[in-house]
C-alpha cells in the first residue's frame, strides 16, 4: 500500500508516515489550510488531493470530490502546463491539444476539473479542483502564482514519500536526519586529535558504541580498545582491574597481572560511570592522566602508558563536583571535550530504523519468520518515552522475538503493557516539593545548560535552538545565574 493510500484509508492515524514521526497529518492538514484558500478565492469551487498509483485507479484523500475526470487518464505526468479537462464531447473522444477536452453540449456556465500535479505520479498526490470554465482559464494563466502556493506542499510529500534512509556509521545506526549527524560529524573531527573526550548520556544510549566509534575513526584504530565500568567493580578489586598487581602483592596474588590501563598502550581506553569511581582511584586515576606512567599495586616500579582517555557517565559532573563527590582538577582533565548522547525520545526518527534492524537480528538468531513491523506498533513505539533508551528498544524486540517471532509481523497488541501506560501527567521526582515558579526555573535552567554544552556553548545557535532571540537567551542566563556557564568565544 503506497504512502498516499494509507493518508486516505486513516488520515488522522499519526503513523502515515512512521518514518517521519507522524509527518503525512501535518502534511495533510496543511494540504487542506492552501485548498480551503482556494475555495475562498474562487467561490464555488471545490478542490481535493488526488493519489494515483502508475497502476491501478485514481482516488481522492480528503472526501472532497467523488469521481476523477474520465480523461484523467490521458493525461502525461511529465506535463509542465496545468492542464483543464472538460467533459469529452461524443465523436471527439481523442479531445484537443494540452489536454483540454471539449464538452458534449456547451452549458450556460460550462464547468471544468483543474489539475496540478506534485509530482510523478504515485510519488505525490495532485491538487484537483472543480470549477468553472473561466476561473479555471485564469488559474491555468497564473502558475507562478500556483508554484509558489504549492511549492509548501510539493517538498513534503515527496520527502514524505521517500522511505527512511537509514545511515550507518562505525556501527551506529540513524536516519538521515537524526539529531546524531552532527554529533557524529563532530566525533570524526575530535578523533584526529589526542585530547580527552568525555561522553554524556542516560544509561542505555550507547555511550560505549560511540567510544569505540571514535576510536576506530582516530589514529589510534590498529591499537588496543579497552573498556571498563567504574562502577562495576568495588575498590579492592578496580584499582588491579585498572593498574594491575605483581605476584604476591595480596592474598590470592599467585601471578604477575596487567592492568587494562597498561593494556590501552597505543590505543583507547574507556572507562564508563566514571562518575563512580572513589575518591582513592580519582586520586590515582589523575596521576596517571598527568604522569602517563602507571605502578601496578604491590609494585614500585613505574611504567610508562599511552593511551587516549574516554570517559562517560549518565550523571550531572557539574553538580557531583559542587557537592564534592568528585574532585575538580579530574573533572577539568576528563572533559577536554565533551559530546552530549541524546536519549532515544530526542530521536523519533531512529526508532523505526533501530527498531527493523534490533528485530531482524533477532529473528534471524532465532531461526524465526518475523521481520515487519505494523504501522500501529511503531506509532506506539514512538509515543513512549523510553527511559531506558536503544538497550530497553532492544530488549523489548527480544521479549517480542520470544513470545511470538513464528509470526511474520510484530502488532501493537504484542508490546509490553508499560508502553500503554500514561505517563505524561507523571510529575519527576525532581519536581516535588517546589513551587511552579521554581520547577519553571529549574526546567529552563536544565534545558539551558544542555542546549549550551550541545553547542559548544554558542550563544547564538543555543537562542536558534531554544526559540529565543539571543539578547533573551542573556538575559535568562543573567536571571538564571548561568553567566559563568562556559561560552565559545565570540559565540
Known amino acids: 500500500m503506497g504512502l498516499a493510500e494509507r493518508a486516505a484509508v486513516s488520515p488522522a492515524e499519526p503513523a502515515i508516515l512512521v518514518e517521519n514521526s507522524g509527518a503525512g497529518t501535518e502534511i495533510l492538514d496543511a494540504s487542506r489550510a492552501v485548498l480551503s484558500l482556494l475555495a475562498r478565492r474562487v467561490p464555488g469551487s471545490r478542490w481535493d488531493l488526488l493519489h494515483w498509483e502508475r497502476t491501478g485507479q485514481p482516488r481522492f484523500l480528503l472526501g472532497k470530490l467523488a469521481d476523477p475526470h474520465p480523461g484523467l487518464a490521458r493525461l502525461d505526468e511529465t506535463r509542465q502546463a496545468p492542464p483543464v479537462l472538460l467533459a469529452v464531447r461524443a465523436g471527439d473522444a481523442d479531445g484537443r491539444q494540452l489536454s483540454l477536452y471539449v464538452p458534449h453540449a456547451a452549458p450556460p456556465a460550462p464547468r471544468a476539473d483543474f489539475v496540478w500535479p506534485l509530482g510523478g505520479r504515485g510519488e505525490a498526490p495532485w491538487i484537483y479542483g472543480r470549477l468553472a470554465m473561466r476561473d479555471a ?11 509558489l502556493l504549492f511549492a509548501e506542499l510539493a517538498a513534503p510529500w515527496s520527502r514524505a514519500a521517500r522511505p527512511a534512509a537509514p545511515r550507518e556509521v562505525q556501527g551506529i545506526l540513524h536516519h538521515e536526519s537524526s539529531p546524531l549527524v552532527e554529533l557524529l560529524e563532530q566525533l570524526a573531527r575530535v578523533a584526529r586529535t589526542e585530547t580527552p573526550v568525555f561522553l554524556q548520556g542516560e544509561s542505555g544510549v550507547g555511550k560505549e558504541l560511540f567510544a569505540r566509534a571514535l576510536h576506530r575513526l582516530s ?13 562495576a567493580l568495588p575498590d579492592t578489586l578496580i584499582e588491579s582491574e585498572l593498574f594491575g598487581h605483581s605476584r604476591g602483592s595480596f592474598t590470592g596474588a599467585r601471578e604477575e597481572r596487567v592492568g587494562l590501563v597498561e593494556l590501552a598502550h597505543g590505543g583507547t581506553f574507556f572507562l564508563d560511570e566514571v562518575g563512580d569511581l572513589s575518591p582513592m582511584l580519582q586520586v590515582r586515576l589523575l596521576r596517571v592522566i598527568q604522569d602517563r606512567q602507571i605502578r601496578r599495586v604491590g609494585d614500585n616500579r613505574l611504567r610508562p602508558v599511552d593511551f587516549r582517555l574516554v570517559t562517560a557517565t549518565h550523571r550531572d559532573m557539574e553538580e557531583m563536583v559542587r557537592a564534592g563527590r568528585f574532585r575538580l582538577d579530574l573533572w577539568y582533565r576528563i572533559q577536554g571535550v565533551r559530546l552530549r548522547i541524546p536519549p532515544l525520545r530526542e530521536r523519533p526518527l531512529d526508532l523505526p530504523i533501530l527498531a527493523r534492524a534490533f528485530l531482524a537480528e533477532r529473528a534471524a538468531a532465532c531461526g524465526l519468520p518475523m521481520r515487519a513491523i505494523s504501522a500501529d506498533a511503531l506509532a506506539l513505539m514512538q509515543r513512549y518515552a523510553w527511559p531506558g533508551n536503544v538497550r530497553e528498544l532492544q530488549n523489548e524486540i527480544g521479549r517480542v522475538v520470544a513470545f511470538y517471532g513464528e509470526l ?16 505524561d501527567d507523571a510529575l519527576p521526582s525532581a519536581l516535588a516539593g517546589l513551587t511552579l515558579q521554581e520547577a ?10 544542555q542546549v549550551l554544552a550541545r553547542f559548544q556553548g554558542n550563544r547564538s545557535r543555543s537562542a536558534r535552538a531554544l526559540g529565543l532571540s539571543r539578547q533573551g537567551l542573556l538575559k535568562k542566563l543573567k536571571r538564571l545565574g548561568l553567566e559563568r556557564v562556559a561560552l565559545k568565544p565570540g559565540a
Open 219 to 231: 589514529p589510534r584504530a590498529d591499537s588496543p580498545f579497552v573498556a571498563q565500568n567504574g562502577g
Open 408 to 423: 511474520p509481523r510484530l502488532e501493537r497488541w504484542m508490546l509490553s503493557a508499560s508502553l500503554y501506560e500514561e505517563t
Open 137 to 147: 482559464e485564469a488559474l491555468a494563466a497564473r502558475p507562478a502564482w500556483l508554484g
Open 440 to 449: 519553571q526555573e529549574d526546567l529552563e535552567r536544565r534545558m539551558i545548560r
